[in-house]
C-alpha cells in the first residue's frame, strides 16, 4: 500500500508555490519528475535541464495521469489549463524543498545518514544499508537506489521513506563546487560520511583540496548534534578534519591511530578477510566476507564507525558485513568458457584504479592476466599525467600480463611509455574496436579485469 500523501496546502507552504484553478484541497500520493512515466494522483514538475524542459512535456504529463503541474512562473505566458498548476520560482528548487519538508515529517522516529566520497560511496552506502539493516531490519531502512545521488536523485529517494523507516542512507554525488552542500541542506543528516577523498572531477575542482573542500561541505547543514566521519589521513585530511570538528567526529582508517580501524588480513577474487578494532572499547573482531581489497576494508570500517553510534555491537557489526554485497558492474565476477571476467567498470579516477590494480595483484597469476584499462572523465589539466601514470602502475605491478588500453587518453599515454614499457601493451581509440582484439587475446585460465569510468563503455567488451 502507498502511504505517501502530501496535500495541497503542505505544498504550497514547502514551496513557497502559489496554486491556480485549485477549487478544494488536494491530496497526491506522489511527486513526479519523468512525463512518460504513468502515475495517478501525481504533482508533475517541469524540471529544466540542459538538453531537455519539462514544460516541454506537461500535455504528456496529464496524459499519463498526473492530477496537478508544477511550473515555473516565467513559464506559464498566456496559457490555459484545466487542472491545478502550482507557481513557483524555481520547479527545482521547489521539488527539493517539498522534499526536506517531507523528510521533517518522519524525524521523530527516523535517522538520515548521508554518505560522500570521490571513491567507493556506492560500496560504502551499500555497506550502511548491511549494517543498519542489522540494527533495524531491511525492511526498515531505505537506501538510494542506483546512482541517484545527484540534486533530483536525493529527492527522489526521500519521496520512497515511509512511516516504518528507521534509517535513510543517502548517497551524495557531485562534481560542481555547491552542490553537496544543497543536499546536505535537504536532508540535514544526522550522521555524514567522508569515504575517501581522491583525484575525480578535476576539471571542476582543480585539486584534491577542491575535492575535499566540496566533499566537507555534507556536514554544512548537519544536526547540531550529529558525528562527522572521516578518514583518519589522506588528501584533503586537514579540511576535512577542520569541517568535522565542528561536531562530534569519529576517523577511521588502515592504521592504529583510527577511532575504528580496519586491520586488513588479505582476499582473493571471493572475498577478504579483516580485523575491526574499536580503540574507545578495544575491541577487535574478524570480518570474512564477499568484498576484497584494502580500500574496501577501509570502507568498512566507516560504516561500523557509524552503526556503532546507534548501538550496534562489534558481533552484530561483523554479521551484517559478511552479508554485504555490491550491485552492477562493482566487481561483477563472470566465468564464460573457462574465462573469469571480474567487471569493475561501473567509474573510475586514478586513486581507484590504483586500488583495484593493487587488489588484483594479491591474488592474480599476471601470466593468466589481461588487464583492459579505459579512460578516466572529468580529470581537466591532471588527465595526461594520470593516464600515463595508471600504465606506467599497471606494468610496475604486472610486468608479464598483456595489458590493453582503451580510449583517446589512454592513447596518448601510451605514445608516452619507453619501448620496454609498451611490451605487450596495445592500445584502442574506443571500446568498439578494442571488443574482438582483446575476446581474440584471452584463452581458458585467463583472467580479463575491466577498469574505466562508465562513459568509456568497457562492459560491451566482456561476452554476454
Known sequence: MNDFILNSSEIASASKGVWLNLT??????????????????????????????????????????????????????????????????DTLKAYQDIAK??????????????????????????????????IYGSENVLATEGNTNNHIGVPQNIFRLRAHHRACILEMGTNHFGEIEVLSRIAEPDTAIICSIGRCHLEHFGDVNGVAREKST????????????????????????????KFKFIQFGITDNADVQAEYLGGNLNGSS??????????????????????????????????????????????????????????????????????????????????????????????????????????????????????????????SSRIF??????????????????????VFPDSKSAVEPVRSAVQDGDLVFLKASRGTKLEVIEPQ
Open 24 to 89: 478544494e484541497p488536494l491530496s497526491f500520493i506522489s511527486m513526479n519528475t519523468d512525463s512518460r512515466k504513468t502515475e495517478k494522483h501525481a504533482l508533475f514538475f517541469a524540471l529544466q535541464g540542459e538538453t531537455f524542459d519539462g514544460h516541454d512535456f506537461l500535455d504528456a504529463a496529464l496524459a499519463n495521469g498526473s492530477a496537478a503541474l508544477c511550473i515555473n512562473r516565467n513559464k506559464l505566458g498566456d496559457r490555459k489549463f484545466s487542472v491545478p498548476v502550482l507557481l513557483v520560482d
Open 101 to 134: 519538508y517531507y523528510l521533517g515529517t518522519f524525524r521523530k522516529n527516523l535517522k538520515v545518514i548521508a554518505v560522500t566520497g570521490s571513491s567507493g560511496k556506492t560500496s560504502s552506502k551499500e555497506m550502511l544499508r548491511a549494517v543498519f539493516s542489522g
Open 218 to 245: 555534507i556536514f554544512s547543514h548537519m544536526r547540531k548534534d550529529g558525528t562527522a566521519i572521516i578518514p583518519v589521513s589522506g588528501n584533503g585530511h586537514s579540511i576535512m578534519l577542520e569541517a568535522a570538528s
Open 274 to 399: 579483516f580485523n575491526l578494532i574499536f580503540q574507545n572499547t578495544k575491541q577487535k573482531i574478524q570480518v570474512n566476507w564477499k568484498l576484497a581489497g584494502v580500500h574496501q576494508a577501509s570502507n568498512a570500517a566507516a560504516a561500523a564507525a557509524a552503526a556503532m553510534l546507534y548501538g550496534a555491537s562489534p558481533e552484530l557489526i561483523a554479521k551484517s558485513l559478511e552479508n554485504c554485497s555490491l550491485p552492477g558492474m562493482r566487481a561483477r565476477v563472470t566465468v564464460r568458457n573457462g574465462i573469469t571476467w571480474l567487471n569493475d567498470a561501473y567509474n573510475a579516477n586514478p586513486d581507484s584504479m590504483k586500488a583495484s590494480l593493487e587488489w588484483l595483484r594479491e591474488f592474480a597469476d599476471e601470466k593468466n592476466t589481461v588487464i583492459v584499462a579505459g579512460d578516466m572523465r572529468e580529470l581537466g589539466d591532471s588527465a595526461a599525467q594520470a593516464h600515463y601514470d595508471t600504465l606506467v602502475y599497471a606494468r610496475k605491478l604486472f610486468p
Open 405 to 426: 588500453a582503451v580510449g583517446p587518453e589512454m592513447c596518448s599515454a601510451y605514445s608516452k611509455l619507453n619501448a620496454a614499457e609498451q611490451i605487450n601493451l596495445s
